[in-house]
């Protein structure tokens, strides 16, 4: 036998036993020593135990969020989980307790080694209903939420709205509202429009009020049916908060003409801004919004009003300014 061929001879055999000890490797890495099943390791039995019990109305959480491996085998289970936004399936880290209280129960799934309780005022007040540990140390909680008697949301009555840019001079001009983004004229991506964002670790589905160019005013004016209070919260995008360009967005919130409240949003500044404002007892009021800021470049802000008879806890309520 050649030189040759004896060296290729024991390259092969080097190659083969390569491959056998690789598929072998590869074989241990797909059982676990212990014995346990794939699905355990995913720690997917509390997601089956909120898949089989899951019920219109209710949400489901996972805690840490990051566990996103879950979502995947949550799809499907029932209303508000069957198509995006998903608006049952509650992607946060920190949560908007208006969103949460929106639904009538909360399914946490979370596990052993990290708790499964969510942060948030709101979560501090309640006392799950339900607590189940599971032998793969995934754990599920259900939690009622309280009744804030919710009655309008800026987002679900967009249409109703009046969307205008107001000019350095005063002068306004109306926005059309085509197909679900009311016109102005300007970029498509900055006209007003239901939206799917990052909201300080909150994927939410609010209005994009993306501040004007040209040191114009976006203005939003919002007719609402008698509350008690009107629960703002606003925010710039991780997006936004990501780019280099822009300026402070500065915001204004004025009930029936009178200004209730101001507050402004640095350029890279993740945060949720939220508050109550309490509302004059009258039938029938009109909110509005006025956006602006002088360098407005990817000042994507995104923003959210309901209506409601209580107040979740931990939110400040201010009195419109007489």
Known sequence: MSITRLVATAILAVVVALSLVLLQASQETTTSPTGVADGEHKKLEATAYVREHFQDGDAVMVVPAWHEDQWIHLKGIGKGTQRFPFEALLRCQRCDPVSQAKNKRIWVIGFTSHGNKPNGDLFDTLTAKLEKSFPDQSVVSLYEMPVLGFRDSLSSSLGKTTVTRRTSSGEERVCPRVKGRFRCGKKAWENPAIETR?????????????????????????????????????????????????????????????????????????????????????????????????????????????????????????????
């Open 198 to 322: 990052d909201v300080y670790h909150n994927e939410v589905t609010w209005v994009l009020a993306h501040p004007p160019d040209n040191g114009e005013t976006l203005v939003i004016d919002w007719p609402i049916e008698g509350s008690k209070y009107v629960i703002v919260r606003a925010g710039l995008t991780l997006k936004a908060v990501r780019k280099e360009q822009g300026s402070t967005v500065k915001v204004k919130v004025f009930v029936d003409e009178k200004q209730a409240d101001s507050f402004e949003l640095e350029p890279h500044e993740y945060r949720l801004e939220i508050r109550a404002i309490a509302l004059p007892k009258d039938e029938s009021l009109r909110v509005r919004f006025e956006v602006f800021a002088a360098d407005h470049e990817f000042r994507q802000l995104m923003l959210e009003a309901d209506t409601v008879e209580e107040l979740p806890p931990g939110i400040p309520t201010i009195s419109p300014r007489q």
